[in-house]
């Protein structure tokens, strides 16, 4: 499973880097708020930034709702760097806009995604990752993780080769949970990465390996 982390935070992006471990980077217009990256030149130089930092795709998202907008958009973000992965929203323009971007061989993540009929849209639109949204699932008291399987075996019963891309996750349970149900790719926060590192047992042992040595 690849790992992708879900920030516009270059620091943390850096540190997630460092680790070894990272393939990717999503981000999203609110999380790019979150940093303060405003204005159309700002933003696309911090896409630019992010993609210098890491070697694998980058999702910079569509903010456009129109056909026309998505199009001219998108293509204006593919052009910034061969990283660049266009994400657009699973409305009724952006499954024609995916089409169209698969056409013309620009690589999208379909976002915004809830329910296997979307995913299913979406592949067959011929999207290169979708992404639902796991953790806003469970907010609403529904489980996030039963729409990975479901998708998972939708994909599989026709060999879709897009690729799922699980998203909004929470913890390191959620990152568990879909690498058991094969989703193709997780993006987290650097926490619940960071996390996945920890047991009590480790740091136990690693402390009385380092007494007993001391001891020799
Ligand atoms: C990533 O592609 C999504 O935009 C992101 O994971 C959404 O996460 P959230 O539900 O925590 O905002």
Do not use: W
Request: net charge negative; glycine share 8%.
């Amino acid at each position: 499973m690849k790992f992708f982390i879900d920030t516009a935070n270059l620091d943390q992006i850096r540190e997630a880097n460092e680790l070894g471990i990272l393939d990717g980077v999503t981000t999203n217009p609110s999380l790019m708020a979150k940093e303060g990256i405003t204005g159309q030149d700002r933003i696309l130089k911090h896409y630019v930034d992010i993609c210098e930092i890491v070697d694998g795709d980058v999702s910079a998202e569509v903010i456009a709702t129109d056909f026309d907008g998505i199009v001219a958009e998108g293509e204006k973000l593919s052009a910034l760097h061969e990283q660049i992965v266009v994400k657009v929203p699973m409305i009724r323009n952006g499954v024609k806009a995916l089409k169209y971007f698969s056409d013309k061989g620009i690589r999208t993540n379909c976002t915004l995604v809830f329910s296997p009929g979307q995913a299913l849209l979406a592949a067959k639109a011929g999207a290169d990752y979708v992404s639902p949204f796991i953790g806003r699932i469970d907010d609403i008291s529904t489980d996030g993780l039963l729409l990975i399987s479901e998708i998972r075996q939708i994909f599989d019963n026709y060999g879709f080769k897009t690729q799922i891309l699980a998203a909004s996750i929470r913890h390191t349970m959620h990152i568990i949970e879909c690498a058991k149900l094969g989703a193709d790719v997780a993006t987290c926060p650097l926490k619940p990465i960071l996390d996945l590192l920890r047991h009590p047992l480790t740091d136990i042992g690693l402390e009385k390996f380092l007494a007993d040595h001391k001891k020799q």
